[in-house]
């Protein structure tokens, strides 16, 4: 029983070393509270990136699916894909999950 909430920010600026001036924003919370019949748990995230200049490279994107967010879909095969079918990631998502 219980409750969870976590935020994250990070950031760059375009130099020499980074390819892009963006910040990235992601929050979550859970809920977990014990029922007849078990624990009934509930669970939000919302993350977004916002370029200002250049490129974000794809480690920095958000991926979804997987046993730690859609688990009806395989790892990061949740979004948007290349003319290959390759997961390419995305600048916003919001994942929720009731259990």
């Known amino acids: 029983k219980g409750y969870k909430l976590h935020a994250e920010a990070m950031g760059s600026v375009k130099s020499k ?9 992601l929050f979550s919370g859970a809920y977990h509270h014990h029922v007849s019949w078990g624990v009934a748990s509930f669970r939000l995230k919302y993350g977004a990136i916002k370029v200002l200049q250049g490129r974000v490279p794809p480690s920095y994107r958000f991926y979804t699916g997987g046993m730690n967010s859609n688990r009806a879909y395989n790892y990061r095969q949740l979004g948007p894909k290349n003319s290959y079918g390759d997961p390419i990631g995305a600048y916003s998502m919001t994942e929720g999950t009731v259990e």
């Open 17 to 25: 070393l980074s390819d892009a001036t963006y910040y990235k924003l």
